[in-house]
């Protein structure tokens, strides 16, 4: 099982979002089984960049459905959150 941080940064480097542009994962409990234990948003990127995110997002979805978040220590809502943002 990868953590949230190996999942981030594949989106990052993948999706090469603009500055200012964050992309974030949170904790998440499936509600069935077979579903991810996280979801993924991101701020407004060009097309181009967006369906690399898109198209990552959908592969990291699909093989990697449960995250390690034990490292992660900020929370919002009661929920773990990683985030990456490049500032101007």
Do not use: F
């Not at 701020?43 to 960049?49: Q, S, T």
């Not at 959908?58 to 990697?64: H, Q, T």
């Not at 978040?69 to 009661?78: H, M």
Request: hydrophobic share 40%; glycine share 4%.
């Amino acid at each position: 099982m990868r953590s949230a941080e190996e999942i981030l940064k594949e989106l990052v480097l993948k999706a090469q979002p603009p500055a200012g542009c964050p992309i974030v994962l949170t904790e998440w409990k499936p509600r069935n089984m077979g579903e991810p234990n996280w979801i993924a948003s991101c701020g407004n990127m060009e097309v181009r960049a967006l369906v690399r995110y898109q198209e990552k997002l959908s592969e990291l979805r699909r093989l990697d459905m449960e995250v390690d978040w034990s490292s992660v220590k900020l929370q919002a809502n009661g929920r773990r959150v990683a985030h990456w943002i490049l500032e101007d």
